[in-house]
Structures are given as structure tokens and as C-alpha cells.
């Protein structure tokens, strides 16, 4: 069973990672689009190919936020896990 505490992590680790996944997905079409734009030679191909790198990272860090949140949550369950005689 887990605790309420677990499960706060664990919903949060889903949150995080869902988002991650969707921003880098958007971030790599948003870069591809751009470096499309740049071989038409089309003026903001450079601050849209930006845009698409900045989402890429942020998804990344969303990702690495969940695996934190997993990591917590696995970690209270092995110490709960200890605490039980």
C-alpha cells in the first residue's frame, strides 16, 4: 500500500514526465521547422530555431525532474519497507 507521500511523488513524477516528453517532441519540430526555414533562407529562422532548442532543454529538465520524483518515491518505499518490523 502506498502512503499518501508516495503517492504525491509519484503523481508528480507522471506530471513531469508527460510534460518533458511533450515539450522535447515539440521542441525537436519547432528545430526541424526552423532549419527548414533556413534553407528557403527565410528571416527568423534563427530565433525560431532558438525557440525550438529552448523547449528541447526544458523538456529535458522536466524529464530529469521526474526521474528525481521516481527515484524519492522508490527510495521512501525501501525506507518504509525497513521501518517495518
Do not use: C
Not at 526552423?34 to 532548442?53: A, V, Y
Amino acid at each position: 500500500m502506498r502512503t499518501k507521500r508516495e503517492k504525491k511523488l509519484i503523481t508528480k513524477y507522471w506530471w513531469f514526465g508527460g510534460a518533458g516528453a511533450m515539450l522535447l517532441g515539440s521542441g525537436l519540430a519547432v528545430l526541424l521547422h526552423g532549419s527548414k526555414l533556413k534553407e528557403t533562407n527565410t528571416d527568423p529562422w534563427f530565433w525560431i530555431s532558438t525557440g525550438g532548442f529552448a523547449l528541447i532543454m526544458t523538456g529535458l529538465g522536466f524529464i530529469g525532474d521526474a526521474n528525481r520524483f521516481r527515484t524519492l518515491a522508490d527510495v521512501l518505499r525501501e525506507l518504509d519497507a525497513r521501518a517495518q518490523p
